[in-house]
T-cell receptor, first 114, second 114 residues
Framework: AQSVTQLDSQVPVFEEAPVELRCNYS??????LFWYVQYPNQGLQLLLK??????LVESINGFEAEFNKSQTSFHLRKPSVHISDTAEYFC????????????FGTGTRLLVSP | EAGVTQFPSHSVIEKGQTVTLRCDPI?????LYWYRRVMGKEIKFLLH????????ESGMPNNRFLAERTGGTYSTLKVQPAELEDSGVYFC????????????FGPGTRLTVL
């Protein structure tokens, strides 16, 4: 079985500041890793994913995440946030074979203020 | 292409009543998933359809929940009778079959049981 821990329920940050949202996972099998984002009054959208290969993955809007197998982490970072990044961010994992269910963390609410 | 749609967007019912949630996946997607988020907690997997067959229903909480996907198109999730702890946001997702099938999420149905 897998589990995901997002220790920070809320992260307040000023516009143009850097941010890191932490994600740690536990699994006895190899996994794929994901970050999803939910903007206010919208559904979940895939932000970025790690399937294999390079451990550093990037999104089109400037976020990046690095898969660290030894620390079982997949932290999300952005060097300079915008007001429009205000949203809830969910880290998720799934087995890379067999069952396709996603296992999510509890989410981190990113609050960007001017 | 149209995204995953869910109906209704909100539902308020009293304990003991019956509610049916509907999900229309993206056209051509054989895989359909249901997830639920109880307030403040993680998004939890409920079940996974491949076409009309239940591939994995390990997350269904109890026999008050019945999911169907007749004809392999849209799906319904019925809760009968509803209890207070069933309140939350119910998400549906769909995806193609393949090496890695991204799950595309709908906006969710917010269910409140009074």
């Amino acid at each position: 079985a897998q589990s995901v821990t997002q220790l920070d329920s809320q992260v307040p940050v000023f516009e143009e500041a850097p941010v890191e949202l932490r994600c740690n996972y536990s699994s006895s099998v190899s996994v794929y890793l994901f970050w999803y984002v939910q903007y206010p009054n919208q559904g979940l959208q895939l932000l970025l994913k790690y399937l294999s290969g390079s451990t550093l993955v990037e999104s089109i809007n400037g976020f990046e995440a690095e898969f660290n197998k030894s620390q079982t982490s997949f932290h999300l970072r952005k060097p300079s946030v915008h007001i429009s990044d205000t949203a809830e961010y969910f880290c998720a994992v799934r087995e890379n074979t067999g069952f396709q269910k996603l296992v999510f963390g509890t989410g981190t609410r990113l609050l960007v203020s001017p | 292409e149209a995204g995953v749609t869910q109906f209704p967007s909100h539902s308020v019912i009293e304990k003991g009543q019956t509610v049916t949630l509907r999900c229309d996946p993206i056209s051509g997607h054989d895989n359909l998933y249901w997830y639920r988020r109880v307030m403040g907690k993680e998004i939890k997997f409920l079940l996974h359809f491949v076409k009309e067959s239940k591939q994995d229903e390990s997350g269904m909480p109890n026999n008050r929940f019945l999911a169907e996907r007749t004809g392999g198109t849209y799906s319904t999730l019925k809760v009968q009778p509803a209890e207070l702890e069933d309140s939350g946001v119910y998400f549906c997702a769909s995806g193609r079959t393949g090496f890695y099938n991204e799950q595309f999420f709908g906006p969710g149905t917010r269910l409140t049981v009074l």
